[in-house]
């Protein structure tokens, strides 16, 4: 089956501290790889996407590589910002259009 | 380019009650997914319309039921409500097409059960 699997928060750095949040798949066939963001009271927005093996999905510093031989999909950050304090969260698009999201991970920055 | 809305905004309802909650997809999108997340957790896949039709369903009973209408806006409805139904129900719309066709979130509806 399809499962998405998060690294558990929550995550607090200080602002300026080099980010990693873990994500891990399980998924038939070739799935598209999508890290979200969720910001208080809002709904989730698309941080970036990769689609094939070895693809690298980035925006607004955010990055994550798509890795066919370990399953994984982790989200890194150079240097964070208090603004960047959300719950993310890692999620697969196998056959067919449905998503499968893990459990998210809430990260808080402080300055 | 308008995003996907969803009304209420907020909805507080009593166990066995009925539902509806509305969506409106992004213009140009032809498929609508619902989601249910607890508080806490990942968005759970209720199901998803294409075209009017139902076109995949999560583990969901079928109390949880849904329209999709000819201008791709959709209806979740959610019949003997319980008390773990509370939590906020997303819509998302995107193309069918196309292997990374992301969704388009809307703010969701919180309900809530009593």
């Known amino acids: 089956g399809n499962s998405v699997t998060q690294m558990e928060g929550p995550v607090t750095l200080s602002e300026e501290a080099f980010l990693t949040i873990n994500c891990t798949y399980t998924a038939t066939g070739y799935p598209s790889l999508f890290w979200y963001v969720q910001y208080p009271g809002e709904g989730l927005q698309l941080l970036l996407k990769?689609?094939?093996?070895?693809d690298k999905g980035s925006n607004k510093g955010f990055e994550a590589t798509y890795r066919k031989e370990t399953t994984s999909f982790h989200l890194e950050k150079g240097s964070v910002q208090v603004s960047d304090s959300a719950v993310y969260f890692c999620a697969l698009r196998a056959t067919g259009n449905q998503f499968y999201f893990g459990t998210g991970t809430s990260l808080t920055v402080i300055p | 380019e308008t995003g996907v809305t969803q009304s209420p905004t907020h909805l507080i309802k009593t166990r066995g009650q009925q539902v509806t909650l509305r969506c409106s997809s992004q213009?140009?999108?032809?498929?609508v997914s619902w989601y249910q997340q607890a508080l806490g957790q990942g968005p759970q896949f209720i199901f998803q319309?294409?075209?009017?039709?139902?076109?995949g369903r999560g583990n969901f009973p079928p109390r949880f039921s849904g329209l999709q209408f000819p201008n791709y806006s959709s209806e979740l409805n959610v019949n003997a409500l319980e008390l773990d139904d509370s939590a906020l129900y997303l819509c998302?719309?995107?193309?069918?097409?196309?292997?990374?066709?992301?969704?388009?979130f809307g703010p969701g509806t919180r309900l809530t059960v009593l």
């Open positions: 998302a719309s995107s193309l069918a097409s196309g292997r990374a066709n992301e969704q388009f």
């Open positions: 990769a689609t094939k093996a070895d």
């Open positions: 319309y294409y075209r009017e039709e139902e076109n």
């Open positions: 213009s140009g999108h032809n498929t």
